[in-house]
Every structure is written in structure tokens, then in C-alpha cells.
């Protein structure tokens, strides 16, 4: 049988140390399945996260030679090159708990910041819209917060500006519920001062790891940039615009 | 002797944050309510993220002949009649509206022309039924739910494990667990607690579930005391992925065949259309012809479903009969092909199943069949709950979701969960809110958390050599053997008898490292809980002498009338699993008719 050989970050917050471990390979296999061999066979204090093994719940996050990626949704042969070991690291961009392990719980609480859909308050139920409406906003609530966006978005990677940025995957959340047909409340204020929009410089290095293939800087950023700079912001409009549906075809 | 640990307080104490518990979570906070949550994993994570075909409810949004009344029907007859017909009649008649409720919180389903929600077909239900979108449907619910239970402010608690509920006399007063990145401990006080923690099909080899369904909350619920009602009943779902290896077991939804997925043996035979498959109960109901179910496609009024769409039971039989046969594919399942219904159209109602195949599996499913072969899903059984307000037997105890029991019978049909989940997760909400309002805290027994905290600490300094990876493996080699679909009295005995054994050999599990983040330790813990679920699965199968639903015995291949008026009640006597009958509730004369009108 053939092998591989992992070499895994190993470690706390205060430091750690990179590990080799060889494992034999089958087809098909991924890293997380080559991960899921250590903690069985070699290392049962491996630590990391996963839930489906089938990129749909976004938690085994991880940087596999440098590129951040779903292990689950990575197979061990495209990462191995002859001789040469397959290297499996934390996300860089937040604390390391433990091994593969990172504290995330900054994403979450940015997320609680941004206020709820508001419905108008005669809105139908059921609603009434079109699938062409509706499209783009079904885009963005593919995400599955796995937070490989945010982890290689240089501003929250290099910069570490977590005070000034909310990161593309809150940017798309923020878009989403702005291109609501129904939706009433204005968050184009939040947009451009807390979550920062001005921030991004379009590297699209988000959309890149993107596991479900958002667009998240074409369809969700550059819109949304394009909504808090050519307008000063007035609610009242806003609103009328909402409420005659013509917001979402203005491009 | 006790190591310190924190101690939290909140009136309503919600276990798992799939979504039963956030729903749960919505209406308790509603009414009120300070609520806690905690789940195993980061929010979002849990299982019902990853539910894909969709969530069933009779909108009758694309066929208006459509009612709860026909939705209660095919739910009864999926179920075999061993539901409890007041749970069905509730979730049939409330699972609309709870769609739509999502729908006002955020949700954005797939449209039809009208600018109504899309509704796709599944399996045993008569009328186009499931809202969804494209084939991640779990996902938009979760997010839904999610970020509406916290514009609520309720606390939540990721990657908290609880190992077991506290007891002040008869009721449960709290839980107790600890911390998953620190290894520490900590103790939830509440006025009443909600069991939402899932299924437990992490008991079998091939799954599609994840690491959590380890059946901790079903048995935490048996320790303290709730009554568990048929647990022999888990379902097969008939088409999980059989290749590559690392694969085995996700799931195919059955939105493929839904879409007119097809499937075949390995002569190119259609064999969901062979007689012998067709149940007397569903004889007339499905097409006959290819011909026919082609038509289908095109004109849902004029010609009759697909025999791919029969219920989740009959499918999975009728392809591990073909396998048996030696008609089974290159790796050992069958054919589902979808491939006849162009790219343009898979790519757009089944992306995530395009995506899975071709990242995953190195498939394209808009040129080349896949291979399928039925992959544990789903646990019919589970905590016996009371219909309006989903207590427990035990006071202060609630339950909803897969981890409650009731309403699926001996087969679930496809999509009734997702609705269950909201049903009923938001009846349990209310159910104790109500419940809390008129008691106090109860008092927490030091002496329960000390045998817990010892129970846990236990494998750092056994001496013992037992590997709770190991351990895990072999019980999952043994059901997969003895409690698979085909059982028998002889299988059944054998499996029982190496589950015994491994809890004897528990006993001297050891783990190495610290206590931070140690998944070797967890499992440690988790493998009891799957060792007390599966002897009591199993025990419950060799009890049933007959065939029905899930339940299929070789041994006993004929439905039983007399077995078909009782439920099997589990509940736990000193260290023993007693097993009892109960009489099935009777339906109420005007139910009833609904059932003769249509013969
Ligand atoms: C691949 C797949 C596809 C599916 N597709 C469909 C579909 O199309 N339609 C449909 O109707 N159904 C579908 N199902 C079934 C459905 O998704 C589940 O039955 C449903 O989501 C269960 O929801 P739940 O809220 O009861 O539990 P879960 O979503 O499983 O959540 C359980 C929660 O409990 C927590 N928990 C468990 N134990 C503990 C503990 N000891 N301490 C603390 N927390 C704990 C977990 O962390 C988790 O948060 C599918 C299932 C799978 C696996
Ligand atoms: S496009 Fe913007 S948000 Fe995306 S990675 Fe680049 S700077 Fe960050
Ligand atoms: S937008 Fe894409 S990369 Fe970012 S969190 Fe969501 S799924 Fe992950
Ligand atoms: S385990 Fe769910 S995305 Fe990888």
C-alpha cells in the first residue's frame, strides 16, 4: 500500500512544533481521512474539528500547504508531490486552541452585530417573489461559514484590523440581507463605517478559497461598494425603494 | 472527592442546537424566558446542516388537491401504522405554518412562477410536498433558525459535551459535562431542560452521519429514568455513496430521485419495477410502465409516480435484494442515473450533489450514473414524548427532534424530519416555558456530580489497555453485521453478545495526553453511550418477531397484526434494559375514516 506522509502542526497558543506522521493512502482519500487515521491508529490527542466530511458544514477549516481549504474536501493525492510532505496547519488568521484547532468565536460575535431581516410590516405571508429576485441573495446563504474568506483576507490576516473589518464573509451577510426584496432596515451605514466595506481592495483572494464558489467580491462587495459611495445615504428613499421593489434592479 | 467547576443558572436549559433546539430556543425565549443552549460543536455545525432534499409540509403550493389530511396519511402508512396518530395529526396540520415562519425570518426557498415557494416530490408522499432549496435545504433552515435564536441574546454554549442530566428526586433539575477545549467541567442548573441532541447512527460502519450522533442525549434521557419507545426502528436510507472508500456512506438525497433519478442493476434492468418490490399497501398507486414514469416528469396529474419513489424501507430492501442476487455494481450497490435529465437542469437543483460526486468521488453526474447502497440515516425510535407538549416520563424533561419518538413509526418519510424538527421543537419550547414559570431551581446533588466526574476522569489513570478507537470499530462491525437490514433472530443474538462484552472490556479504557481538546478522551465517553444504545437497538429488534418498516427480519418476513397494535417501551431497571409492550393509542373514528375513504 502506498503512503503519505502528514506533517502537522502540533501545539497551543503559546507555541508548538511540527510532526511527521506516515499514513497509508487509499483512493479517494482526503485529508481529513488522513487525519482521522493519526487520531485512530497513531495519536489519539490529535485535536480538530469536522461534522459531515462532505463540504457542507464548513468545520474542518485548515491551511494544507499554505492554502487554507476544507480537509474533507481535499484529496491527499493532489497535495502530495514526490518525497515532499503534505503539511496541515491551523487557520493563521485566529488563535490556535489546540493542534488544527482555532478560536473563530470573533466571526460569531461580529455576525450578532448585524441586525435581523425587517420584514415590512405589511409584507405578505406568504411572500411573493421571483426566483430571478431571489438568485443572488440564494448565492450568499450558500455560505458555510467555514471562514477560509477571512482567514486569507490579508486585512484580517496581516493587518489584523478584526476593530475595523468585518471580513468578506459579513460583507456577503450584509449584502444579502440589503438585496432582500423585503427587507426594510438600512444597514448602508454599518457597511461603510463598522463593517468597514472601504476596507477591501478587491484582491479577490476571498472568492478564491471559496468552497462553494461564491462571488463573494463581484456579486456581494463590489455592490455594496457601489451602493454606500454613489449616494449619500438617505432612509427615507431607501425605504420607498424598497417598498416599490425597484432596489433590487437598480444596479 | 470534587475538582471546582462552574455553575450556570437559566429557567430553560436547551441540549443540542440542530433545529429542534433552536427552535426550541425561539419560542422559550419568546414567552420570556432566560435559555441557555449548548451543543457539542460550533453553532451552525450541528447535523441538520447538512439535511439536503427538503422539509415537508402541504403548502399545496404546485398541487392543490393537497391537504394536512393527505399529509397525515402518507405519514400513517409510511410509518406502518405504528406512529402515534395524535403526534402526526399535530405535525400534518402545523408543519405549513412553520415554513412559512421561516420564510418571515429570513429563509429564501426556491420560487415557483407564481413567486411561491418551490415544492419538490420524495418518497411515499402523494403530492409535491418538499419546500426546499436546491439540495442544501438543512442549511438555509439552520441559518434561519440560527440567527433569529440569537437576535433572542439566549447564551449559548459551543463545544460544551454534557455527559449527564442532574436529578432532584424525580426531576431533572440540570446537566452536567464539561468544557471541550479545556477539559473542564461544569454543572447547568434549569427549570426545565429540553433533550434536542439528534440520532445516533454513528453506531454503524457505513453512516452518513457525523461524529456527534453518538446517542448521548437518548441515553442520558434512559438514565435518568424516561421511557424509550421503539428503538428498534432505524432507517436505511437506500442511497448512500458506496466509492471511493472514504466516501462510503454519504448520503445521495433522494431529491435525485425525486428529480427521476433511476435505478439499475447491473443488467441494466429498472428492478424498482418488478412485482415482487411492490408492497400490497402501495399496489396501483405507482406507475407501471417506464413509459409511464417518464410521462411523469412532464405531467405530475395525468400519470403516477416512479416506483424509485416508494417509501425509504421498501427501496433499500428491494437493493439489497439485487446486490444479494449478484446484480450489484462494480463496487457493490446498484445504478442511480439522472444523467437523461441534461446538465443544465442538475447543476441547478442539485448542485450540492453535482459538487459532492465530481469533488469527492470523481463523478460527473450529468454524464455518468452513480453508485448507491443503503447508508444508516436516520433513528425512528427514541425518547417517548407526550404529543402537545413534548415531556418526557420524567418532569422537567422535554425532547424533540430525532432524539424523541413518535411520529415516524417504523419508517420515516423523506423530509418529515425538517418539519418535525420545527414542529416540535417549538412545542417543546413552549411546553417548558409553561413548565418553568410554575417551579424554582431545583437543588444540585453533589454526590451525582462526583460519580460523574469520576466516571469521566477515569481512563487518565486506568491501568487498563483498551483503545475507545478501537472499541468503537468493533461495535461498529458488529452492528453493521447483526442489526443491519436484514436481521435475524441468530444475528441479532451474536451482535448483543459482542456488544456485552465490549462494555465489559470499557471498563478498562485508557487514554494518554491532558484533558484540553483530547478527542481520544471524548470518545472514551461517547463509546459508552453507544454501547448502552446499541444493546438496547438490539435487544428491541430481537423482541419485535416480525417484519415492519425498518424492522425487516429475515426470520419473520410477514407483517404481524398483533404486533402492529404495540409500541416497545425501554426503560432502565437497576443495571437491566427492561423491555415491555404498550398498546397503541386508537385513533379517533373521524382519523380513521380518512384511511377507508381511500380504499
Ligand atoms: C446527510 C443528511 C441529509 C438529510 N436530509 C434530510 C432532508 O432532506 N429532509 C429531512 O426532513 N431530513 C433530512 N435529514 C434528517 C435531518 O437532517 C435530521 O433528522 C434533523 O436535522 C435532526 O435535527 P435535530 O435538531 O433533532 O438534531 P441535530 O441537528 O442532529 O442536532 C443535535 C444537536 O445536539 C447536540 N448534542 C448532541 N449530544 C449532545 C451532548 N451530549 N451535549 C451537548 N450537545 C449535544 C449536537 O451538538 C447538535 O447541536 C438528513 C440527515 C442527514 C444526515
Ligand atoms: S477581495 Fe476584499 S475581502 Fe476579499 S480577500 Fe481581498 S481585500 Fe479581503
Ligand atoms: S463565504 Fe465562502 S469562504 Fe467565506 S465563510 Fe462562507 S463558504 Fe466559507
Ligand atoms: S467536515 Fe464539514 S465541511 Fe469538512
Redesign the pocket.
Known amino acids: 500500500m502506498d503512503k503519505v506522509t502528514l506533517r502537522v502542526f502540533r501545539g497551543a497558543g503559546n507555541g508548538g512544533v511540527e510532526q511527521d506522521y506516515e499514513v497509508p493512502t487509499f483512493e479517494g482519500m482526503v485529508v481529513l481521512d488522513a487525519i482521522h487515521y493519526i487520531q485512530q491508529n497513531l495519536d489519539s490527542t490529535l485535536a480538530c474539528r469536522w461534522n459531515c466530511k462532505a463540504a457542507k458544514c464548513?468545520s474542518c477549516s485548515a491551511e494544507i500547504n499554505g492554502v487554507p481549504r476544507l480537509m474533507c474536501k481535499t484529496h491527499v493525492s493532489d497535495m502530495a508531490s514526490k518525497g515532499q510532505p503534505i503539511v496541515v496547519h491551523p487557520l493563521k488568521t485566529f488563535p490556535i486552541i489546540r493542534d488544527l484547532v482555532t478560536d473563530v468565536s470573533w466571526n460569531y460575535r461580529v455576525s450578532e452585530k448585524i441586525p435581523p431581516l425587517q420584514l415590512a410590516p405589511d409584507a405578505p405571508n406568504p411572500l411573493v417573489m421571483q426566483q430571478m429576485d431571489v438568485d443572488r441573495i440564494q448565492e450568499f446563504r450558500?455560505?458555510?461559514?467555514?471562514?477560509?474568506?477571512?482567514t486569507v483576507c490579508h486585512i484580517l490576516r496581516n493587518h489584523n484590523a478584526k476593530e475595523q473589518f468585518y471580513g468578506?464573509?459579513q460583507l456577503?451577510k450584509l449584502a444579502n440581507l440589503d438585496m432582500h426584496p423585503y427587507d426594510t432596515l438600512s444597514r448602508r451605514e454599518m457597511i461603510r463605517h463598522e463593517a468597514g466595506v472601504g476596507f477591501c481592495n478587491i484582491t479577490k483572494c476571498?472568492t478564491e478559497?471559496?468552497?462553494?464558489h461564491?462571488h463573494?467580491t463581484d456579486n456581494g462587495i463590489i455592490p455594496l461598494k457601489e451602493r454606500v459611495a454613489d449616494e449619500h445615504f438617505d432612509p427615507i428613499q431607501h425605504l420607498i425603494r424598497k417598498l416599490a421593489g425597484t432596489d433590487k434592479k437598480k444596479k | 472527592m470534587t475538582e471546582n467547576y462552574d455553575i450556570f443558572e437559566h429557567d430553560v436549559l436547551v441540549i443540542g442546537a440542530g433545529g429542534a433546539g433552536l427552535r426550541a430556543v425561539i419560542s422559550a425565549a419568546q414567552a420570556g424566558l432566560n435559555v441557555g443552549l449548548v451543543c457539542k460543536s460550533l453553532l451552525g455545525k450541528a447535523h441538520t446542516v447538512m439535511a439536503e432534499g427538503g422539509v415537508a409540509g402541504a403548502l399545496g403550493n404546485l398541487d392543490k388537491k393537497d391537504s394536512w389530511e393527505i399529509h397525515f396519511k402518507d405519514t400513517m402508512k409510511g410509518g406502518q401504522f405504528l406512529n402515534n396518530w395524535r403526534i402526526v395529526e399535530i405535525f400534518a396540520k402545523e408543519a405549513p405554518e412553520r415554513v412559512l415562519e421561516l420564510e418571515q425570518w429570513g429563509a429564501v426557498f426556491d420560487r415557483t412562477p407564481e413567486g411561491l415557494i418551490m415544492q419538490r416530490p420524495f418518497g411515499g408522499h402523494t403530492y409535491r410536498r418538499l419546500s426546499h432549496v436546491g439540495d442544501r435545504t438543512g442549511l438555509e433552515i439552520i441559518r434561519t433558525l440560527q440567527d433569529k435564536a440569537v437576535s433572542y441574546g439566549m447564551k449559548t454554549y459551543m463545544e460544551v459535551t454534557l455527559t449527564r442530566l442532574l436529578k432532584d428526586g424525580d426531576r431533572v433539575v440540570g446537566a452536567f459535562g464539561y468544557y471541550r477545549p479545556t477539559g473542564k467541567f461544569l454543572a447547568i442548573k434549569a427549570k426545565a431542560v429540553v433533550l434536542a441532541t439528534g440520532g445516533w447512527g454513528r453506531m454503524y460502519k457505513v453512516t452518513s452521519n457525523s461524529w456527534e450522533s453518538t446517542g448521548d442525549g437518548v441515553m442520558m434521557a434512559y438514565e435518568a429514568g424516561a421511557e424509550l419507545l421503539d428503538m428498534e426502528m432505524v432507517q436505511f436510507h437506500p442511497t448512500g455513496m458506496v466509492w471511493p472508500p472514504g466516501v462510503r456512506g454519504l448520503l445521495v438525497t433522494e431529491g435525485v430521485r425525486g428529480d427521476g433519478g433511476i435505478l439499475r442493476n447491473s443488467k441494466g434492468e429498472r428492478f424498482m419495477f418488478k412485482e415482487e418490490y411492490m408492497p400490497e399497501m402501495y399496489k396501483g398507486q405507482y406507475a407501471e410502465t417506464e413509459e409511464e414514469a417518464h410521462r411523469w416528469l412532464e405531467d405530475k396529474d395525468k400519470n403516477r409516480r416512479p416506483p424509485e419513489l416508494l417509501p425509504r424501507d421498501v427501496v433499500s430492501r428491494s437493493i439489497y435484494k439485487e446486490v444479494l442476487a449478484g446484480r450489484g455494481s462494480e463496487h457493490g450497490g446498484v445504478y442511480l442515473d439522472i444523467t437523461h435529465r441534461g446538465a443544465d437542469f442538475i447543476k441547478r437543483k442539485l448542485p450540492s450533489m453535482y459538487e459532492q460526486f465530481y469533488a469527492l468521488g470523481g463523478v460527473d453526474i450529468t454524464k455518468q450514473p452513480m453508485e448507491v447502497y443503503p447508508t444508516i440515516h436516520y433513528t425512528m425510535g427514541g425518547i417517548l414524548t407526550h404529543p402537545e407538549t413534548c415531556a418526557t416520563t420524567v418532569p422537567g424533561l422535554y425532547a424533540a427532534g430525532e432524539s424523541a419518538a413518535g411520529l415516524h413509526g417504523a419508517n420515516r418519510l423523506g423530509g418529515n424530519s425538517l418539519s418535525d424538527i420545527l414542529v416540535f421543537g417549538r412545542r417543546a419550547g413552549d411546553g417548558t416555558a409553561e413548565f418553568a414559570r410554575g417551579v424554582d431551581y431545583g437543588a444540585v446533588d453533589d454526590q451525582q456530580i462526583e460519580e460523574e466526574m469520576n466516571l469521566m476522569l477515569a481512563p487518565f489513570t486506568c491501568e487498563g489497555k483498551e483503545n475507545p478507537y478501537r472499541l468503537t470499530q468493533e461495535l461498529q462491525e458488529a452492528m453493521q453485521e447483526g442489526a443491519m437490514i436484514a436481521r435475524t433472530e441468530q444475528g441479532l443474538s451474536k451482535c448483543l453478545q459482542t456488544i456485552l462484552n465490549l462494555q465489559e472490556r470499557a471498563k478498562n479504557l485508557h487514554v494518554d495526553g491532558s484533558r484540553e481538546y483530547n478527542p481520544g478522551w471524548h470518545t472514551a465517553r461517547d463509546i459508552r453511550y453507544m454501547l448502552k444504545t446499541s444493546e438496547v437497538i438490539v435487544r428491541c429488534a430481537l423482541e419485535r418477531k416480525e417484519s415492519r418498516g425498518a424492522q425487516w427480519r429475515a426470520d419473520y418476513p410477514d407483517r404481524d397484526p398483533e404486533w402492529g397494535k404495540k409500541n416497545l417501551i425501554a426503560s432502565k431497571e437497576g443495571d437491566q434494559v427492561k423491555i415491555s409492550t404498550r398498546p397503541l393509542p386508537e385513533m379517533p373514528p373521524e382519523l380513521a375514516k380518512l384511511f377507508e375513504e381511500s380504499k
Not at chain 1, 450558500?142 to 477571512?150: A, D, G, R, S, T
Not at chain 1, 478559497?209 to 462553494?212: F, L, M, R, S, T
Open positions: 464548513g450558500k455560505c458555510i461559514e467555514c471562514f477560509l474568506c477571512q468578506p464573509r456577503i476571498c478559497v471559496c468552497p462553494e461564491i463573494i
